[in-house]
C-alpha cells in the first residue's frame, strides 16, 4: 500500500483549460497549503497506505489561484497463483503452461502475447501480465527437462542366502525411485532379497515420466533335501534354473565322484545312483549357468 509517487505528474491535467503561466506545488495538508509550508518534493512516498490526500495549491504570480485535493491511490495487484513454478517435461513431449484469463495483457520473454504457451525446451519461462490500472505482475516457469530411464545392468548377488542381492544400474536425465513389487519405491538401487524367485525391477520418474521394468531372477540352491518318499522335499534341485537355457548341474559325493547330472528340462536329484540309495550325508554340486558363471557348494541330504 506503500509507493513512489511523482506527484508533479498531476500538473498538466489540473491546469488543462487555466489560464497559461499558472504553476502548481504541492503540500500535506489544506493548511500547509494555504501557509505555503512542508511543500512536498515531486517523488512523493505516501504516507498513508494505499489511498491518501494531498492538496495542490494552483499559483499566479504572488497570488494563490486556489487549493485542490489530489488524491494518491495505490491499486492493489496481486492475482492468485502467480507464485514461481517449477514445471516437467518429458523427453520428446510438449507441455502447455500459462496463467488465467481476464487479464487486460499478457507478454512472455519469448515475444508471445497470449495467456498460454507450447514449450517443447527446458529453461525459464516468465509472462507479465497488466489489469485495467495498468499495473503489473510476472509469473516465473522453472521447466525442467527428464527423462525415462534406461536400465543398462542388473547386478545379481545371489547364492549368498539373506544376502542375496539386486543392484539397478540406470542411465537418464530424471530423478529415479526403484522398486521390486511395484508399489513401494525407493531411491537407494539396491535391495537384499532374502528369498529367491523371479522379480520384477521397476524404475520411476520422479518427475512422472513414467516406469520402466525387467524382469530378473535370482537363484539359490537348497541346503538340504529330504528324499523319504513323502512327496515333500523329495528332490534337489534350483528353483527357476530353467531362465537359464544352457544351465547344468552335476552333483558329486565328498570323494569327487560324479553321482548325478541334469538340466533344465529335468526335475532334479532324487538321492539315489544307480538305483541305489545314496546315505545321509553332505554332498557337493557345480552350477554352470551357461553365461561364465560358475557356482560351486554343498548340501545336506536327511532321511
Do not use: H
Request: charged fraction near 15%; hydrophobic fraction near 35%.
Amino acid at each position: 500500500g506503500v509507493s513512489i509517487f511523482t506527484i508533479s505528474d498531476a500538473t498538466t491535467n489540473i491546469l488543462s483549460g487555466l489560464p497559461t503561466g499558472l504553476i502548481v506545488k504541492y503540500y500535506l495538508t489544506e493548511n500547509d497549503a494555504l501557509l505555503q509550508t512542508n511543500e512536498l518534493p515531486s517523488n512523493y512516498t505516501n504516507s498513508v497506505p494505499y489511498q491518501q490526500i494531498v492538496f495542490a495549491r494552483i499559483i499566479n504570480g504572488s497570488d494563490c489561484y486556489g487549493i485542490l485535493p489530489l488524491t494518491l491511490k495505490v491499486n492493489t495487484f496481486n492475482p492468485a497463483n502467480f507464485d514461481d513454478e517449477n514445471v516437467t517435461l518429458c523427453d520428446g513431449e510438449q507441455i502447455s503452461i500459462g496463467v488465467a484469463n481476464g487479464f487486460n495483457s499478457y507478454l512472455w520473454n519469448t515475444g508471445e502475447t497470449s495467456n498460454t504457451i507450447i514449450i517443447d525446451e527446458n529453461g525459464e519461462y516468465t509472462v507479465t501480465v497488466t489489469d485495467s490500472n495498468g499495473c503489473e505482475k510476472t509469473k516465473n516457469f522453472n521447466v525442467i527437462y527428464s527423462s525415462l530411464a534406461t536400465i543398462e545392468s542388473i547386478n545379481i548377488s545371489d547364492f549368498s542366502g539373506t544376502n542375496n542381492s539386486i543392484s539397478i544400474i540406470v542411465s537418464g536425465s530424471g530423478d529415479y525411485q526403484y522398486s521390486i513389487d511395484g508399489y513401494n519405491f525407493q531411491d537407494n538401487a539396491t535391495f537384499l532379497i532374502p528369498f529367491p524367485d523371479v522379480y520384477t525391477i521397476y524404475v520411476r520418474d520422479k518427475n512422472g515420466c513414467g516406469v520402466v521394468s525387467k524382469e530378473v531372477t535370482v537363484l539359490d540352491y537348497p541346503k538340504f533335501f529330504t528324499p523319504n518318499g513323502d512327496g515333500y522335499n523329495d528332490l534337489w534341485f534350483i528353483k527357476n534354473m530353467e531362465n537359464y537355457p544352457k544351465a547344468l548341474v552335476k552333483i558329486f559325493d565328498r570323494f569327487g565322484k560324479l553321482l548325478y547330472s541334469f538340466n533344465k528340462n529335468q526335475s532334479g536329484w532324487n538321492g539315489s545312483y544307480n538305483k541305489n540309495v545314496m546315505p545321509a550325508t553332505d554332498y557337493w554340486f557345480e552350477l554352470d549357468l551357461g553365461n561364465e558363471k560358475i557356482i560351486k557348494g554343498n548340501f545336506s541330504l536327511k532321511r
